[in-house]
């Protein structure tokens, strides 16, 4: 009885585990690499869509990131 009680516990904690790793793409902010053309600044990393369109506006080139910037 222990082992099924044990085997239930594992795959429902299995469950939980694979829910969350596919629910969590849904919440990931994405972020910004901007570079300034001239290369007189170091490019900046963001993940607010105003300060980045404010720096393409400013003629920065910004491209998506593949995973967020984690400070």
Do not use: Y
């Amino acid at each position: 009885m222990k082992k099924r009680i044990v085997v239930l516990l594992s795959v429902v904690a299995l469950l939980v585990v694979m829910l969350a790793s596919s629910v969590a793409p849904a919440f990931a902010r994405p972020s910004w690499t901007c570079v300034d053309p001239t290369r007189a600044n170091d490019p900046v990393q963001t993940d607010s869509r105003d300060q980045k369109n404010l720096l393409e506006s400013n003629g920065w080139v910004c491209t998506k990131d593949k995973k967020p910037h984690r400070e």
